[in-house]
């Protein structure tokens, strides 16, 4: 089938998540009906996982959400993710190109969003917050669109990028332990500023500002061999620098920003 749906009552096609990713053919849709759903999901093929209010899905010994490199062009949304496992991030996308749209997702002990190498990864319109190391990892050659996300009260970062490259625009980074956005070891932020708004359907040619201010450390911090473009962001009462930028990086512009106290 290309059409699932799973509930708790017995009533439908499946009563885990788990049955139904087994059973729906490439390119279908699972539609998960509310309740807690205590499981660990490997997504292997291109799907729709989408949730009606109040789905919440909860991991305790693995990675909640694992996607693989042949569930390219798929997409997760409204989903609750709540990651419980010991050093396991809730999301990881190991490669291939995925999207999550208005999901909320916490981190007992690591990343919230994982992205590893070879990932393209668009995250949108997402609450990622709680995480015990960073909002969202995009590491070792990962690149990660984030538009209009809120992210807030990681004990690490809010996004660190790490040999990989983030496209960032609208949303709020806030409260972190540690920077807003940390960019290191030959990363790249906002490579194309100029195309930055194509992931948005909007019409309108409104700019969308990012707004970076309350982490305890700095509010952007650029090193290492890394560089890019900060844009249309307002930076403040962050503890630290609103941006720091360290001997070793290169090409470094910043347009339309505001940083103050």
Do not use: M, W
Request: with cysteine; proline share 2%.
């Amino acid at each position: 089938k290309r059409y699932l749906v799973v509930s708790q009552d017995e009533t439908v096609d499946y009563t885990t998540i788990n049955e139904a990713i087994q059973n729906i053919r490439p390119n279908g849709h699972i539609l998960v009906k509310p309740g807690r759903y205590i499981e660990s999901l490997v997504i292997n093929k291109p799907l729709h996982l989408s949730g009606d209010a109040g789905v919440i899905i909860e991991s305790n010994t693995a990675t909640c959400i694992l996607v693989g490199a042949r569930a390219k062009g798929g997409f997760l949304s409204n989903l609750i993710l709540e990651g419980h496992c010991s050093d396991c991030p809730t999301v990881e996308i190991q490669t291939g190109d995925f999207s999550l749209q208005h999901c909320d997702i916490t981190a007992d002990s690591s990343d919230c969003i994982a992205l590893r190498t070879g990932t393209i990864a668009t995250i949108q319109k997402c609450t990622i917050h709680d995480g015990k190391k960073n909002g969202i990892g995009v590491y070792d050659g990962a690149r990660a669109t984030v538009v209009d996300c809120t992210i807030h009260h990681h004990i690490n970062s809010g996004i660190e990028v790490k040999k990989g490259t983030l496209t960032i625009s609208g949303g709020k980074i806030h409260d972190n332990n540690g920077c807003g956005i940390l960019v290191t070891d030959g990363s790249t932020v906002n490579p194309d500023a100029e195309k930055l708004a194509s992931v948005e359907s909007t019409t309108k040619k409104e700019v969308k500002r990012l707004k970076i201010y309350s982490n305890k450390g700095n509010g952007i911090v650029i090193k290492e061999n890394s560089g890019g473009t900060i844009e249309h962001c307002d930076i403040h009462d962050n503890s630290l620098a609103g941006i720091k930028i360290q001997e070793g990086t290169h090409h470094i512009a910043v347009r339309d920003c505001k940083v103050y106290e």
